[in-house]
């Protein structure tokens, strides 16, 4: 099925080649999306989809039209990131200590992540205006701040990865204290390092690929040009995906230790084993 527009012209009608029609396609995928989360993840899958449309409708209601409004880009990312994870992490993992401390790691590694973003941007001088998408933008809002646009997008890029690594720190860690109440808060906070460090390493390298597969484009324009490496990575399409990842991987990496740390103390002290008592 292709998609054609009407053109009328002073009583001549023309049609012009729009498209092929791709709903369906789209519309089988999702909704195998949709019967694959809930067959596997069951009831957790079905909040964790309820969660998914609140956030989309905190993204589409609130963090673009305050972009638009002309509000700093970085608070608006913030504040609408915040909701986001609170209603998130809730609905999908349960009201409990676990899920604060996940979240409160999750808070600190956005913070964290958003002022290097903020300081990459602007010590690299970077404008916003990577492809020909931005310039269109500008003409539909031109009082856009694009550097507060591009910094917005490097927090919420990265927010479902930061997520998913704090949830699984703060799980660890709980699990390490119903499994040896005898260890003292170090003890827990060490082995929960060990787990985080694993977890660290593979996930680096679902943020690059990512990032990698979503400019794979831009990444074989390199192939096709005449200047040296350093010249090539320093335009700003190149340099603003480099500081994206990085910005976001470093925040990754910080939001391990901190949510460690949280739950080691949210778990509570070391418990004395139980003595026998020896009948006489």
């Known amino acids: ?10 009583g001549d009608v023309f049609y012009a080649f729009r498209g092929v029609d791709r709903t369906p396609v789209s519309i089988a995928l999702a909704v195998m999306f949709v019967v694959a989360v809930i067959a596997v993840a069951r009831w957790k899958g079905f909040f964790a989809l309820l969660g998914l449309v609140v956030a989309g409708g905190v993204l589409v209601r609130f963090i673009i039209p305050g972009i638009l409004l002309g509000k700093p880009g970085v608070l608006v990312a913030i504040v609408g990131s915040t909701a986001i994870m609170f209603v998130v992490v809730y609905v999908a993992h349960g009201i409990s200590i676990r899920t604060s401390t996940a979240l409160a790691g999750t808070m600190l590694g956005l913070v964290v992540t958003a002022g290097l ?8 001088k970077l404008t916003g205006f990577a492809e020909e998408t931005e310039w269109d933008l500008q003409n539909l809002a031109p009082g856009l701040d694009f550097r507060q646009l591009l910094i917005a997008g490097l927090i919420i890029g990265g927010l479902g990865v930061l997520n998913d690594t704090t949830i699984t720190q703060a799980a660890a860690v709980f699990e390490l204290r119903a499994a040896a ?13 060990r787990i985080g460090r694993d977890h660290i390493a593979s996930t680096i390298y679902t943020i690059v690929f990512a990032y990698a597969g979503g400019a794979l484009v831009v990444i074989m324009l ?15 399409m190149f340099a603003s995906e480099i500081i994206r990842t990085l910005g976001s991987s470093i925040g990754l990496i910080l939001s391990v230790p901190i949510t460690t740390g949280i739950a080691a103390l949210a778990v509570g002290p070391a ?3 139980a003595r026998e008592i020896v009948p006489d």
Do not use: H, K
């Open 222 to 236: 390199v192939y096709f040009t005449s200047e040296s490496l350093l010249l090539t990575i320093n335009q700003e």
């Open 271 to 273: 418990q004395e084993p």
């Open 1 to 10: 099925v292709v998609q054609v527009s009407r053109i009328d012209n002073n």
């Open 117 to 124: 973003g903020y300081a990459s941007v602007y010590l690299a």
């Open 181 to 193: 109440p005898a260890m003292s808060r170090r003890e827990i906070f060490a082995s929960g390092m």
